[in-house]
């Protein structure tokens, strides 16, 4: 287990666990903060070639779609290897709004991060 | 000789570095206000507040936007300030702010 | 009691406007005062989500494709409240373009944003209407 340093405030934790990289995502994301917090994701992916990234977002009380849009392209890059991506404690709002992209089924959803090394 | 030319160096430093007089924070318009609001939060210069306290009694609407807006990135704070309430509303909010503003 | 506030939600708080620039870094805080505004004018959850949520996506789709992503042009922001709902009109001077509705995308891979089809279930009315130097779309939420 390796914990990973990580400069910014979106990203305030990551550690890497076997083949996966949990990651704690901090804020709220928008189209002002996503440019950021995608550069923090796919470089940590890139640099710990996880398979597995489990992102806790208990600390994310709003997204919107552009923030969407960097998990699904982190997912896109996972999926080519077989990997996933697993979210954890989902606020109510964000919660809603991957119900109403249609994403809560193309994501793994679990309450926490032990709920999610069962998925 | 050296000494002088000490000076002159000093001299023209301090004519360079002097803040240019212009438009800006404390612009009565609002397309100059506005961006110089916005330079001041990114440059987070504390400098700022007493004009930016001083704006949330603005006539115009997007000035008290950016105004506190302004206010709640540089202190965390915003005193309940909404900026699209009418004067009346507004009053106990900005006599909030006044009362922050003395205090610091 | 000391740090409540009252509101009376009068006339004159049933309406405001102001101006934004394009710029990203301002979304969140339109939003959430349109949030409040809702709020403030009884709208309840999921309903004040769903406006902080439309709005954003059409700031941000103003941004991208009215501006092409220029950060210093203007967007007006309209918003009325009546016993019966909320209008929300956004104001810009952009390239004039009506975004085409495609049939509601099955492939959430695609990109680009939530997709007029999603803004407008969250809506009870949404329409653009041309200007002759940008476009105005105006929202409506009922109650």
Redesign the interface.
């Known amino acids: 287990m390796s914990e990973l340093r990580t400069t910014s405030d979106l990203v305030p934790t990551a550690r890497h666990e076997g083949d996966a990289l949990f990651i704690t995502v901090r804020g709220e994301i928008d189209l002002h903060s996503s440019p950021d917090l995608r550069t923090d994701l796919l470089g940590l992916l890139q640099k710990t070639g996880a398979q597995r990234l489990i992102l806790n977002l208990e600390g994310v009380p709003y997204m919107d779609s552009s923030a969407i849009a960097v998990l699904v392209e982190a997912l896109q890059k996972l999926r080519k290897t077989g990997g996933k991506v697993i979210l954890t404690n989902l606020q109510p709002r964000v919660k809603g709004l991957l119900e109403i992209a249609r994403l809560n089924s193309i994501f793994g959803i679990a309450t926490d991060e032990a709920d999610a090394l069962t998925k | 000789m050296k000494h002088a030319s000490g000076l002159v160096i000093l001299l023209v430093l301090a004519s360079g570095c002097a803040r240019p007089t212009g438009r800006g924070l404390a612009d009565d318009d ?1 397309s100059f206000k ?1 961006p110089a609001i ?1 330079s001041a939060v990114a440059a987070k210069d504390d400098k700022a507040i007493p004009q930016l306290v001083e704006d949330l009694e603005s006539d115009d ?2 000035v ?2 950016y105004a506190i ?1 302004g206010l ?1 990135r540089l202190t965390g704070e915003t005193f ?1 300030y ?5 004067e009346a ?1 507004r009053r ?2 900005v006599e909030k702010w006044k009362e922050w503003l003395s205090e610091q | 009691m000391e740090g409540m506030v009252e509101r009376t939600v009068t006339d004159s708080q049933a309406h405001f406007r102001t101006r934004l620039t394009s710029d990203p870094a301002e979304i969140a805080a339109i939003r959430k005062a349109v949030e409040a505004f809702a709020s403030a004018h009884g709208h309840g959850e999921p309903a004040v989500a769903e406006i902080g949520l439309v709005l954003n996506e059409a700031i941000a789709n103003i941004i991208r494709h009215a501006y092409d992503g220029r950060e210093d042009q203007p967007i007006e922001v309209d918003v009325k409240a009546d016993p019966r709902g909320m209008q929300i009109e956004l104001r810009d001077w952009g390239k004039g373009v009506v975004p085409v509705i495609k049939a509601e995308k099955t492939d959430p891979f695609v990109p680009g944003g939530l997709g007029l089809p999603c803004m407008k279930k969250m809506m009870t009315s949404l329409e653009f209407v041309r200007q002759p130097d940008g476009m105005l779309l105006k929202m409506y939420r009922a109650k």
């Open positions: 609002a506005i916005k609407s997007a008290r936007f807006e709640r309940d909404l900026f699209y309430d009418d509303d106990g909010p």
